[in-house]
Structure formats: structure tokens, C-alpha cells
């Protein structure tokens, strides 16, 4: 279980980015993040991945206390951030360099047939499509076996075709080893699609405003009535501030 406790998180500036949050997320599980800009949702996950630190309250995975970046907790950013004078295998396998050689090449191997890309192993960053190198972050991402993934709005930047494309594929791989997966997006349907449960977050700090489970079964018709009534109930919290001024 991924546990986060009382979260505060103050800039050098004095800005207030989140404060007093409170979320566990089962193993398993997979929690949308949803809110609008300047809510802390990008911040919330820096804090959990321990790639920045809390002012204050307590983040764990498994009773484990989160103090820093760690193995078994991956990150898949918006953009894929790869190395362009490493090829396709050498980047995959970048996180993973303290295991024997051996393992390295049949995790990255199994890694780059997870994401169907086996046969551009040898590769490199620049040919590669937008949505291809978004899947060698993902498969960056899994090859350490993470106990928890986080993905900061990992398809905002792709094409309507290749983001539905790809959300698709991530279901796929969660379903492989069943992850505890949090994802940030700005996406209704993305989060209605993939989600067990949608946090709604609010600014000014950054705090939980609701938290819903939808009961759509899977896999799920983004034309489907149920589907629809979720995305206007989910769109009426992200604009309760303008339903408030009316």
C-alpha cells in the first residue's frame, strides 16, 4: 500500500503548493489525479516518486518510509526524457546498470517486448515515433519491476489516436504484474478509462476536494450512458469554483 499522511509542501518562495493531504492507494490500484493547473497534482507525485521532499507528513510504500527516488517506485514523465546518444536497449536498461549483465539484457529484453518493440532494441531516440518513444519510457519504467508506477500526464503530448492507443497498452501492462499505479492527468476520459478511483484536487494549497469510484466495468465504452453521466459528474467538481460564482 502506498501511504500518504498530513502532506505539506511549502517552496522556498512561501507558496503553499499542497497542505494537509491525506491518500492511500491499495496494492494494485490504480488512482487518477485530476485538477487544474496549479493544484499540486505534479507536485503531490515529485514528493511520492522522492524526487523532491515533503515540508512535512509522512509518505510510505508498504510501512516503508519514501525518503528518496527507489527502485520500487518508477516514474513515466509527459515527456519521454531519453538519452539521445544511447540506443532504444541502452536506455531501457539505464536504471537497472548495478544488476549482473546478464540480468540486464533479459529484463530489458522482456521490458521492450512488453511495450512491442523488441525489433528496435538496437534504435536510436530520434527514429522513433512520439508515441514509440513514449513506450521505451514506459518500458524504462517497469524494467526495475516497480512496486508503484507514477505517470505525470505521460500521453498529454501525443495525438487523440495514439493516446487512446497507448492507454490501452497501459492497462495491458498493468494487468501483467498488477502495480499500484497513480496517474496525473488532465484527461476526464483518460482518468474514467483507467481508473479504480479519481481524486479531485482543488488549489490554493493544493488539497483533496473529492474522491469518487466509478462502477464502469472493464474494458470501458467511452460512448456507453454510464460512462458519459460519470465524465459531466466529474466535470461539474473540476468547475465547482465557476458553478460558485453564478
Excluded at 502532506?7 to 494537509?20: E, I, Q, S, T
Amino acid at each position: 500500500m502506498l501511504r500518504v499522511a498530513d502532506l505539506h509542501k511549502r517552496y522556498p518562495n512561501g507558496m503553499l503548493a499542497l497542505a494537509g493531504l491525506d491518500l492511500c492507494v491499495e496494492q494494485g490500484e490504480i488512482v487518477a489525479i485530476v485538477g487544474g493547473s496549479g493544484c499540486g497534482k505534479s507536485t503531490l507525485l515529485r514528493l511520492v516518486s522522492g524526487l523532491d521532499r515533503a515540508t512535512s507528513g509522512a509518505i510510505e510504500l508498504d510501512g516503508s518510509p519514501v525518503t528518496g527516488p527507489r527502485a520500487e517506485i518508477g516514474m513515466v514523465f509527459q515527456e519521454p526524457c531519453l538519452m539521445p546518444w544511447l540506443a532504444i536497449d541502452k536506455n531501457v536498461a539505464f536504471g537497472i546498470r548495478h544488476l549482473p549483465a546478464a540480468e540486464q539484457k533479459a529484463r530489458t529484453r522482456e521490458a521492450l517486448e512488453r511495450v512491442g518493440l523488441s525489433s528496435h532494441a538496437e534504435h536510436w531516440p530520434r527514429e522513433l515515433s512520439g508515441g514509440q518513444a513514449q513506450r521505451v519510457a514506459l518500458a524504462r519504467a517497469l524494467v526495475a519491476r516497480p512496486r508503484a508506477l507514477l505517470l505525470d500526464e505521460p500521453f498529454s503530448a501525443l495525438d487523440a489516436l495514439t493516446r487512446g492507443d497507448l492507454q490501452e497498452h497501459l492497462l495491458e501492462l498493468w494487468a501483467y504484474d498488477r502495480p499500484t499505479m497513480i496517474l496525473v492527468t488532465h484527461d476526464i476520459e483518460e482518468a474514467l478509462a483507467l481508473a479504480d478511483r479519481i481524486v479531485v484536487m482543488q488549489p490554493n494549497p493544493g488539497r483533496i476536494r473529492a474522491c469518487v469510484e466509478p462502477k464502469l466495468p472493464r474494458p470501458r465504452d467511452r460512448l456507453d450512458a454510464a460512462f458519459l453521466e460519470w465524465k459531466h459528474r466529474l466535470l461539474a467538481e473540476l468547475n465547482w469554483r465557476a458553478h460558485e460564482r453564478r
